[in-house]
Structures are given as structure tokens and as C-alpha cells.
């Protein structure tokens, strides 16, 4: 494997991982969003 082809690889990698963390983050924001507005008319 040349230097080039294992810096396509760890960027393949990387942008894999960005992409995997941002959906869970913006996943958990929006069930927390989601969930709120449930939560409000319960206490109400």
C-alpha cells in the first residue's frame, strides 16, 4: 500500500467517523427536542 492509499484510507476513515458522530448527536438532539413538547403537556 503506497503513502498515498493510506491517506485516502484514513481520511475515508475520518470522514466516516464525522459523519457517524454528527447523525447520533443531531439524532439525540432532535428526540430531545421531540420529547419535550410530550413532557410539557404531561406536567400540564
Known amino acids: ?4 492509499g493510506i491517506i485516502l484510507w ?3 476513515i475520518w470522514l466516516n ?8 448527536v443531531f ?5 430531545l ?3 419535550l413538547p410530550i413532557l410539557s403537556t404531561q406536567n400540564s
Open 1 to 4: 500500500m503506497t503513502l498515498h
Open 27 to 31: 439524532d439525540y438532539f432532535y428526540n
Open 17 to 24: 467517523f464525522f459523519i457517524l458522530s454528527f447523525l447520533t
Open 10 to 12: 484514513f481520511c475515508f
Open 33 to 35: 427536542r421531540s420529547s
